[in-house]
């Protein structure tokens, strides 16, 4: 299933709430903006929902607030390959 948040914190949550409520999503990947990936976090972290971000995490999300469902990735390119970075 596809959500557009359309860059909209408040949009987040709603989409977020829909996956999980109407097609009980089991992991989320491709959030790419901090401000709208830190939105829907609290709906998909609090239903367990594994979420794999598309962009370097959210610093909030580091140390007390680190969460084992949420993983970041990032690519990064070293001599022209591209490689994964976990973040």
């Known amino acids: 299933h596809i959500a557009d ?12 709430i829909k996956l999980i409520d109407r097609y009980n999503v089991q992991v989320v990947t491709g959030m790419i903006a901090s ?11 609090a239903k367990k929902v594994i979420v794999i971000g598309a962009n370097a995490g959210p ?3 580091a140390g007390k607030n680190c969460n084992p469902n949420l993983s970041s990735r990032r690519s990064t390119t070293i001599s022209g390959t591209w490689r994964w970075a976990s973040t």
């Open 59 to 61: 610093s909030p999300m």
């Open 5 to 16: 948040n359309k860059s909209k914190p408040g949009e987040a949550v709603q989409q977020a």
């Open 35 to 45: 401000h709208t990936t830190m939105a829907a976090l609290k709906p998909l972290l």
